[in-house]
């Protein structure tokens, strides 16, 4: 393939994603239609099976690409990085399409049996690695594991954001985030690390 079909093969498949994103976020994967994302794309069926077997090879794509235009804020490693990485999600949740329809079908996915649990085991590696950055630096409580620790977190940032979008569309999503790690943090670091942290939206953890 020259590189012009490649540099055309790859726009093409961006553009299908983008769309199935739009079309997903908006209606789930039960409601989005092969037809719907193609027109929403302005390509051909024959464009899309190119690159995608079906609906929900491109459904897999949506959940395993969610992160892709993400930009995570870089503080300080450790826990005042992890803190602001939920926080900076917090937000783009509520404009950013593909994390959006990526985070939906996550979520949804057993209802229509696509069981991509790759995607969950990505985040908590994410956070897990700040929690090694966290034990390095002496931030963590001796007790406290970071690989069940980092679970912990993908587990509740997953809930709080479902509840958050039932509720207010997400609009008071970095708010339940912020609540989220007042619980948290003293069970993960002592008071005096806590004391130094700040929550996005929240202010500083020690002070509630």
């Given at each position: 393939m020259?590189?012009?079909?490649?540099?055309?093969a790859?726009?093409?498949r961006?553009?299908?994603l983008?769309?199935?994103?739009?079309v997903f976020?908006t209606?789930?994967y039960a409601?989005?239609?092969?037809s719907?994302?193609l027109?929403?794309a302005g390509?051909?069926?024959?464009?899309m099976y190119f690159?995608?077997?079906?609906k929900?090879?491109?459904?897999r794509?949506v959940?395993l690409?969610q992160?892709a235009?993400?930009?995570f804020?870089?503080?300080e490693s450790g826990?005042?990085?992890?803190?602001?990485m939920?926080g900076y999600?917090?937000v783009?949740?509520?404009?950013?399409?593909?994390?959006?329809?990526?985070?939906r079908?996550?979520v949804e996915?057993n209802?229509v049996?696509l069981?991509?649990?790759?995607?969950?085991?990505?985040?908590i590696?994410?956070?897990?690695?700040e929690?090694v950055?966290a034990?390095e630096?002496?931030?963590?409580?001796?007790?406290v594991?970071?690989?069940d620790f980092?679970?912990?977190?993908?587990?509740a940032?997953?809930g709080?954001?479902i509840m958050?979008?039932v509720?207010?569309?997400?609009?008071?999503?970095?708010?339940?985030?912020a609540?989220?790690?007042r619980?948290?943090l003293p069970a993960?670091?002592?008071?005096?690390?806590v004391?130094t942290?700040v929550?996005?939206?929240g202010?500083t953890?020690?002070t509630g």
């Open positions: 020259s590189q012009h079909k490649q540099e055309r790859v726009r093409t961006e553009r299908l983008r769309a199935a994103a739009e976020d209606t789930g409601g989005a239609s092969i719907r994302i027109e929403r390509l051909t069926a024959g464009a690159h995608f077997k079906s929900e090879d491109l459904a794509a959940i690409e992160a235009d993400l930009d804020p870089e503080t826990l005042q990085q992890l803190l602001d939920t999600l917090a783009e949740l509520k404009t950013n399409t593909l994390l959006r329809a990526g985070v079908l996550a996915q209802e049996g069981q991509e649990y790759s995607i969950y085991e990505w985040w590696d994410r956070f897990r690695q929690l950055q034990r630096k002496g931030q963590l409580h001796p007790f594991d970071e690989a980092a679970r912990v977190v993908v587990g940032f997953t709080t954001q958050s979008q509720s207010s569309d997400r609009a008071n999503l970095p708010e339940l985030i609540a989220m790690w619980c948290l993960l670091a002592p008071a005096d690390v004391e942290l929550i996005p939206a202010g953890a020690g």
